[in-house]
């Protein structure tokens, strides 16, 4: 079973560069989220999605941007990176009453 | 927004013992979730137990039961017998029921010593 597939795994960017962090899951679910993972705070919720079309703001969602392609694939977009968006991103889904899977994560460095 | 709550940023227990990880909450709802999840060293997130809010009964999973208390907003993880291979960082989350927005505490490392 694949569950929730990111990749890359591992990206070094140079600030001002742009990516894409690509996320898909083969569970058939609604949700699906974007988070970030520091040292210290947890994993803190960027962006998230009820169902396919729709996407919310959550705790951190300033210098990223999403798009939800379809029910299985859900993308993170750097625009212009920067070093404080170096961290380990990690996305997720679930059905609307269970438990979260999780991908594998990304470990991002922008320098 | 709701808010979670570790009090404790690290832990160490003797294999073989008993070990408490807090949590707290703060939410206006009456019907949520909350789960706890391990992450190892792989980075893996792991579900280790989860907990409905209309549940009177704490949960419980093998070696690995909670202590819920709603008025008191604290979910708190009680690992019995532990083991080497329970040592990672613990997250304590909650969600409201048939709501999407999912949120974490800060977590606590959790070491095992033999």
């Known amino acids: 079973n694949a569950g929730v597939t990111q990749t890359p795994k591992f990206q070094v960017l140079k600030t001002g560069q742009s990516m894409t962090l690509q996320c898909a899951q083969d569970?058939?679910?609604?949700?699906m989220y974007w988070y970030r993972q520091d040292p210290g705070m947890g994993l803190r919720l960027i962006y998230y999605?009820?169902?396919?079309?729709?996407?919310d703001k959550g705790e951190v969602p300033n210098g990223y941007n999403v798009s939800r392609l379809n029910k299985r694939e859900f993308s993170l977009r750097l625009e212009s990176a920067a070093p404080s968006q170096t961290s380990v991103y990690f996305c997720a889904s679930s059905h609307i009453l269970g438990r979260a899977f999780f991908g594998q994560g990304t470990r991002l460095t922008v320098v | 927004a709701q808010t979670v709550t570790q009090s404790q940023p690290e832990m160490s227990v003797q294999e073989a013992e008993t070990v408490t990880l807090s949590c707290t909450y703060d939410?206006?709802?009456?019907?949520?979730?909350l789960f706890w999840y391990k992450q190892p060293p792989s980075r893996q997130m792991i579900l280790v137990i989860r907990q409905e809010a209309y549940k009177q009964q704490n949960a419980t999973e093998n070696r690995f039961s909670v202590n819920f208390q709603k008025a008191a907003k604290s979910f708190s993880l009680k690992i019995s017998d532990s083991q080497l291979g329970d040592a990672a960082m613990y997250f304590c989350?909650?969600?409201?029921?048939?709501?999407?927005?999912?949120?974490f505490g800060a977590g606590t490392r959790l070491t095992v010593k033999p």
């Open positions: 999605s009820a169902s396919e079309g729709t996407t």
């Open positions: 989350a909650y969600r409201i029921y048939n709501n999407n927005d999912m949120r």
């Open positions: 569970m058939n679910h609604n949700s």
């Open positions: 939410t206006s709802e009456s019907d949520y979730y």
